[in-house]
């Protein structure tokens, strides 16, 4: 990029950031880098910035550059992170007007950062960045010292584990002592009230209820964790009886990485369909305000139509994400909510309805601040909507002569596959799973249990994780679950598995 | 200004790609036994890519378990029960098990190059290492060749070069030696070495007696060679002789009885890897196809694989035919000498097996290995009247190599194994090439 287009992109950002504050998008200062594509494609596979080495990063890296390198689609474009100072790159080789298209792109992503709650939270996570450029050199150090296999291994287990968390992401769960001072004094005011003239009427125990009390009251000085807890890398952290000091330091990043980006899990369709959304628009001013000649809309419009594809195998969020909200938009300036109209069964009155009402605007910007993409999903997704993505879920069949997979449309009722989105991001694939004791048997044995939801766990990856577990207990792992509607327990003890 | 071009920033990716690859060819070669029975391999030219299912690497994570019957959501035209695509599958052998004991993943189709499998597969064996004891190399004279420089010789291989570089060197070495000795410059040590004619004895005089002349000269100093005796370098010669090295392979099969496809295809297999690692080993491979009932003939390899089934079974007959075929053609002196002989077992007269089988040891062949080919239901437990004779008669010990049974002696060049499954071929394959045997 010369100094001349550098100038020009530079007036041009001016512009879209004052655009997006006309169409009332929240903004601050972002940081715009420009850089050569195979820093952006490290970036994309490194989660952030710069961060340390591991083969799940370069196996990634060698995956997006060969679909860079070799199929000439997806060209790097966008990358923005949440940072208290949000950070974007730009690609050098890019044409420029796909360096606007990134920019407009970004300037959706960062009102979206700034004010949906979810978004918020991970930028309470400002240091992340910092923390991930630092942890670079201090792991290589390690590995000089301790052994790049062991900290290879320490990566790969806290890694095997990152994504264990409470389901609230807004719960930061009380470690062992905090816990423990709550839940007895609970009990003990509960114990009060029973044998209280005047305690809370609402509780009264039995005699049985009081000793069984009176019981956990005593169990609860010695019991870790008090209470079932979901943060599984923190509480190894802070209970592994063998860790040395590098390996702790080792989980607490990678744990922490996890936890500023677990909010995007739960807003992919929103957030890049807010950003496609926002994009559209603010090109649109751009060509219309003669700052992009008509010579680069027709670049815009390929590399548009290129992000905005429908793919016959996954829901590609910027497309049906940004459909949603010019849904929505459509849905609320002219009054389509509500109960007269969902109880107005008439189609052709349902499709022309229209009360003038103009709410659109003010619904999704409101969709933005508080909705996850499962509330979307569940609230916003019509059966019009689904008919007009013509969204299906398909299956595979191995055809057993030729032993092709051949995949088919399986369903394309809208009720169906709301309920099948909706369930896909009821967990946004986390398996639910606490650990239940850490001292177990009295012998320091480590007990998890699956809240088992109707889904049997996959029992390769299941015993595969027990084993990165074990790298960081170093002592038997227990996993209750349920499999073939029968309790079960997987164990490892170092050598084997076993199940009880 | 908010668009800014930043600081370089190191470049990690290439090395963790590499990292990850690394770990990708580990598990390759964890599951080398699978994909050495590939179809693909021993139809594949040299260069040829092939496909291997290997698993992703993916670190293992808490999953839920099978999905119902639709997978996924996607979006486009159609109707239920419309196809919109189709890929290729993975074949799951059946009876392989291995697989399913490791913690991860999908399969996914790797490609890797039959060269970059072969060397894998090479190291796995340890085969390198065969070379230094075992090979069997043949002299070729070539006559005489210039190689190297010595410090005598005759005058018409007087290296002029080499020698007037250790002249100049003794021109610096004089003149350095003159200026400390006398103190004088550089120049005038230069003009008293010249009137000298390089005896530093006499420039020593010179200088002493002030009778340099340095009249009508530049100053500059122009360097000769001073040639003492020792400075004279020759070239030397050298008997020039080169190795060649060169294998048989005897490739017999028992034609009576009825193998089918699959058990065929075992022996193809087996034949295909054991040349394309003696390739590696010798210069030249020779492979020799012996087929027999009760006689044996040569066939090509073509008949080899596609003979249908015959009378009745005596093995010995092939093995005196490769007798025969040492004695005329293929001399243990200068053939390193393979024989595999694949059967089911059934023979007339094991005693005069075992005898022939002694006449190829006393030779000096280099290996002989028998193959017993078994149904898949083979317990372990029974096996043929023939094996027996063989284990008696030349007192194998049985040793469990990888899970499967090796009948053979260190100091032995013979061996027994029976095949079962297609996984059986590398670790077969593997202990008939095990250079410590």
């Not at chain 1, 997987?490 to 199940?499: E, S």
């Not at chain 2, 006559?143 to 190297?148: A, L, N, P, R, S």
Request: proline share 4%.
């Amino acid at each position: 990029m010369n100094k001349n287009d550098l100038g020009r992109l530079s007036r041009i950002e001016t512009r879209i950031n004052n655009i997006a504050k006309e169409y009332s998008l929240l903004t601050t200062e972002i940081d715009f880098e420009i850089v050569p594509a195979r820093r952006m494609l490290e970036a994309m596979s490194y989660w952030f910035p710069v961060n340390f080495s591991h083969w799940v990063f370069g196996r990634d890296f060698d995956k997006n550059r060969t679909i860079y390198e070799y199929t000439g689609q997806g060209i790097p474009y966008e990358q923005v992170w949440n940072f208290e100072k949000p950070r974007a790159l730009l690609v050098k080789e890019n044409p420029f007007v796909l360096n606007v298209l990134t920019i407009a792109h970004v300037y959706g992503h960062v009102d979206f950062f700034l004010g949906s709650a979810y978004l918020q939270r991970g930028r309470a996570f400002s240091d992340i960045a910092e923390e991930a450029r630092n942890s670079t050199e201090r792991f290589h150090r390690y590995g000089s010292r301790y052994g790049h296999i062991a900290v290879e291994e320490v990566i790969d287990a806290s890694m095997s584990i990152q994504w264990q968390e409470p389901a609230d992401p807004f719960l930061d769960e009380p470690d062992d002592e905090e816990a423990r001072k709550y839940l007895i004094e609970k009990i003990r005011k509960r114990l009060s009230d029973a044998t209280s003239l005047y305690g809370n009427q609402k509780n009264i125990d039995t005699k049985k209820d009081i000793i069984s009390l009176e019981e956990k009251l005593k169990q609860l000085e010695y019991r870790t964790p008090p209470e079932p807890v979901y943060d599984l890398l923190k509480y190894l952290i802070a209970h592994a009886p063998y860790l040395n000091k590098w390996e702790r330091d080792v989980l607490g990043v990678v744990r922490n990485q996890a936890r500023a980006l677990s909010p995007n899990r739960r807003t992919k369709i929103l957030n890049e369909g807010w950003a496609t959304f926002w994009h559209a628009r603010i090109m649109r001013r751009l060509f219309q305000e003669g700052l992009l000649t008509p010579s680069e809309h027709g670049v815009f419009v390929d590399y548009h139509a290129k992000v905005t594809q429908a793919s016959k195998i996954r829901l590609n969020e910027y497309h049906v994400g940004s459909a949603l909200f010019e849904n929505i938009q459509r849905r609320w300036d002219m009054g389509c909510f509500g109960s007269e109209y969902n109880a107005c069964v008439d189609p052709i009155a349902r499709a022309n309805w229209d009360t003038k009402v103009g709410k659109g605007t003010e619904k999704i910007f409101s969709v933005r601040a508080s909705y996850t993409d499962r509330m979307a999903i569940e609230d916003l997704f019509s059966d019009e909507f689904i008919h007009e993505q013509e969204l299906y879920l398909y299956g595979i069949h191995i055809d057993k002569k030729t032993n092709e997979e051949i995949v088919y449309i399986v369903e394309k009722c809208p009720g169906i596959i709301r309920s099948v989105l909706k369930e896909q991001r009821v967990l946004y694939g986390i398996e639910p799973i606490a650990v239940v004791d850490g001292n177990y048997r009295g012998k320091g044995f480590l007990f998890l249990r699956h809240d088992y939801h109707g889904v049997q766990l996959n029992e390769l990856y299941t015993r595969g994780t027990l084993e990165h577990i074990y790298r960081l207990w170093k002592r038997p792992v227990y996993l209750e679950t349920r499999a073939q509607n029968k309790k079960i327990v997987y164990v490892f003890d170092g050598k084997q598995h076993k199940t009880i | 200004m908010p668009i800014i071009i930043p600081e370089h920033i190191k470049e990690r990716g290439k090395n963790d790609a590499r990292r990850h690859r690394e770990k990708q060819k580990e598990i390759i070669k964890e599951q080398l036994p699978g994909i050495i029975a590939e179809e693909s391999i021993i139809t594949g030219k040299p260069g040829k890519i092939i496909k291997v299912p290997i698993k992703s690497l993916e670190i293992p994570y808490f999953k839920s378990g099978k999905p119902s019957p639709s997978v996924g959501v996607g979006q486009g035209g159609g109707n239920k029960g419309d196809i919109i695509g189709k890929r290729k599958g993975f074949e799951k052998e059946k009876g392989h098990k291995r697989a399913g004991n490791e913690p991860g993943v999908d399969y996914i189709e790797t490609e890797i190059e039959i060269e970059e499998l072969i060397e894998m597969a090479m190291e796995d064996l340890g085969l390198p290492r065969l070379e230094e004891k075992t090979v069997k190399k043949l002299i070729i004279e070539l006559g005489y060749k210039i190689h190297g420089i010595s410090r005598s010789g005759p005058p018409s291989l007087l290296h002029r070069g080499k020698t007037v570089k250790e002249g100049i060197r003794r021109f610096w070495a004089f003149l350095n030696a003159l200026r400390q000795k006398s103190g004088s410059s550089e120049f005038l040590c230069y003009r008293s070495l010249k009137q000298a004619n390089g005896n530093i004895n006499e420039a020593i005089r010179l200088l002493k007696d002030n009778a340099v002349d340095i009249s009508d000269v530049d100053e500059k100093i122009e360097p000769f060679p001073i040639l003492h005796p020792e400075d004279l370098r020759y070239r030397k010669i050298q008997e020039s002789r080169s190795y060649r090295s060169q294998a048989v392979v005897f490739a017999m099969m028992d034609v009576s009885y009825s193998m089918d496809m699959e058990k065929k295809y075992f022996a193809r297999s087996m034949f295909w890897w054991l040349v394309t690692f003696l390739r590696n080993i010798y210069q030249e491979v020779q492979v020799r196809f012996i087929a027999h009932d009760t006689t044996a003939w040569l066939v090509n390899e073509e008949e080899f694989f596609h003979t249908g089934e015959m009378g009745g079974t005596y093995c010995a007959s092939a093995y005196e035919l490769v007798k025969n075929l040492i004695e005329t053609e293929y001399p243990v002196s200068v053939y390193n000498v393979y024989a595999w002989h694949f059967s089911d077992g059934d023979d007339f007269n094991a005693e005069a097996a075992a005898k022939s089988i002694q006449k190829l040891l006393d030779m000096g062949i280099n290996m002989i290995g028998y193959g017993e080919i078994h149904s898949d239901k083979y317990t372990g437990q029974e096996f043929s009247d023939l094996l027996k004779t063989y284990i008696n008669k030349f007192n194998l010990p049985v040793k469990k190599e990888d899970n499967f049974l090796v009948w053979g002696r260190d100091e032995l060049s013979f061996m027994a194994v029976v095949l079962c499954h297609k996984s059986d071929l590398w670790p077969a394959i593997k202990a008939f090439l095990r250079k410590d045997r």
